[in-house]
T-cell receptor, first 114, second 116 residues
Framework: AQTVTQSQPEMSVQEAETVTLSCTYDTSENNYYLFWYKQPPSRQMILVIRQEAYKQQNATENRFSVNFQKAAKSFSLKISDSQLGDTAMYFC???????????FGAGTTVTVRA | GAVVSQHPSRVICKSGTSVKIECRSLDFQATTMFWYRQFPKQSLMLMAT?????????EQGVEKDKFLINHASLTLSTLTVTSAHPEDSSFYIC????????????FGEGSRLTVL
């Protein structure tokens, strides 16, 4: 079984600043996907970024980027130029290669201060 | 883009009654859908995999007789919480894979169940 650990229950960041969320995971799989999802107060799950384990290049999506360290089983998310709309709960998630079952971390609540 | 819709978004029921939650893929077919449960300020936990035309597969610890899943068509999966009790109160979310077999998933808006 895969476990996903997010060790930061809450993070606060000033608008326009940068915040980094940590995520580690444990797996014996070699081929898998890692995700960061955002869950705003509406509770709708929104995909922020996705990383395929066989790709060494770190994924980026506009202001969001990851630092994927496969050997260390680490997958951190960096939010640059934080905006008020980034306030949400962020979940790190693991998927064994295309079985579509997600294992989620406990989540990190991010609050962006004006 | 692909859309997954859940209904109802909120439901309140009395203890002992059954409640059905629907999950629909609106513009694509989904032979498989997934049901998650989320308690307040907690993570999502996978409950079961809904399979079109066959029985659902449940995760360890999930009571199949309590949480009945039916995947009657390529666009609809239903979760029925039978003989609901207050401890079943939770947020239930479904997801469906995209068509690309590349790990893409689409989530429904979620359904908040409150059992009185």
């Amino acid at each position: 079984a895969q476990t996903v650990t997010q060790s930061q229950p809450e993070m606060s960041v000033q608008e326009a600043e940068t915040v980094t969320l940590s995520c580690t995971y444990d797996t014996s799989e070699n081929n898998y996907y890692l995700f960061w999802y955002k869950q705003p107060p509406s509770r709708q799950m929104i995909l922020v970024i996705r990383q395929e384990a066989y790709k060494q290049q770190n994924a980026t999506e506009n202001r969001f980027s990851v630092n994927f360290q496969k050997a260390a089983k680490s997958f951190s998310l960096k939010i640059s130029d934080s905006q008020l709309g980034d306030t949400a709960m962020y979940f790190c998630a693991f998927m064994k290669h295309v079985d579509y079952k997600l294992s989620f971390g406990a989540g990190t609540t991010v609050t962006v201060r004006a | 883009g692909a859309v997954v819709s859940q209904h109802p978004s909120r439901v309140i029921c009395k203890s002992g009654t059954s409640v059905k939650i629907e999950c629909r893929s609106l513009d694509f077919q989904a032979t498989t859908m997934f049901w998650y449960r989320q308690f307040p300020k907690q993570s999502l936990m996978l409950m079961a995999t809904s399979n079109e035309g066959s029985k659902a597969t449940y995760e360890q610890g999930v009571e199949k007789d309590k949480f009945l899943i039916n995947h009657a068509s390529l666009t609809l999966s239903t979760l029925t919480v039978t003989s609901a009790h207050p401890e079943d109160s939770s947020f239930y979310i479904c997801s469906a894979p995209g068509q690309g077999a590349d790990g893409e998933l689409f989530f429904g808006e979620g359904s908040r169940l409150t059992v009185l």
